[in-house]
């Protein structure tokens, strides 16, 4: 498809377990973030890949966080031992260019409730 | 540092009103842009608006028009004769060199628009 995507959907995971969440960005695009958004709450960075520059890993919250981006394209964020607090929606964006005003477009988001 | 404040958590109006969201910005750089966003029940950020700095005008497309003013650092967007359809949760962002270009977004502002 021509926007950005993102599998699963939706993931219930037992506590303790690992997830792995996948992102497909815009072809062409050589920037792409990752943002957590729990219920009702707004937009938390989470890590930024530009081109083949090393990641702005800033935002993770844990090193239960990982994410790689590989071949500059496709991006997964690993999130291990899962707890309960990281139930949320994990948005993935893409833009043309990192350094610039240029338009962000997300997915439609993984929902992640771990139980 | 760059934050982005949207103080109106929720608004409700009823339908064919007039609505203003407000956002301000605070940035040190003198080259940034600024975004926003419109999140409906599904889920998914959907684009709205992208402005750069150096452009003041002010701008509409259908009901919705935006008010930029740098000497009060605010990009308020208006919705006129609302409708149902913009009920939605809206977020308004930051991109400046200052946040290592990784967008800095308000908290969002709950739109309910009652038929």
């Known amino acids: 498809g021509a926007g950005v995507s993102q599998s699963p959907s939706n993931k219930v995971t037992e506590k303790g377990k690992d997830v792995e969440l996948r992102c497909d960005p815009i072809s062409g695009h050589t920037a792409l973030y990752w943002y957590r958004q729990s219920l009702g709450q707004g937009l938390e960075f989470l890590i930024y890949f530009q081109g083949n520059s090393a990641p702005d890993k800033s935002g993770l919250p844990s090193d239960r966080f990982s994410a790689e981006r590989t071949g500059g394209s496709v991006s997964t964020l690993t999130i291990q031992r899962t707890q309960q607090e990281d139930s949320a929606v994990y948005l993935c964006a893409s833009s043309l260019h990192g350094t610039g005003g240029n338009t962000i477009y997300f997915g439609e988001g993984s929902w992640l409730t771990v139980v | 540092a760059q934050k982005v404040t949207q103080a109106q958590t929720e608004i409700s109006v009823v339908e064919k009103e007039d609505v203003t969201l407000d956002c301000v910005y605070e940035?040190?750089?003198?080259?940034?842009?600024l975004f926003w966003y419109k999140q409906p029940p599904s889920g998914e950020l959907v684009f709205l608006i992208r402005?750069?700095?150096?452009?003041?005008q002010n701008e509409i497309s259908g009901r919705y028009s935006w008010n930029f003013q740098k000497s009060t650092s605010s990009f308020n967007f208006t919705i006129t004769a609302s409708q149902v359809v913009d009920s939605a949760v809206y977020f308004c962002a930051l991109i400046a060199s200052g946040g290592s270009y990784i967008p800095t977004f308000g908290r969002g502002t709950s739109l309910i628009v009652h038929p």
């Open positions: 940035t040190r750089d003198t080259t940034y842009y």
């Open positions: 402005r750069n700095s150096f452009d003041e």
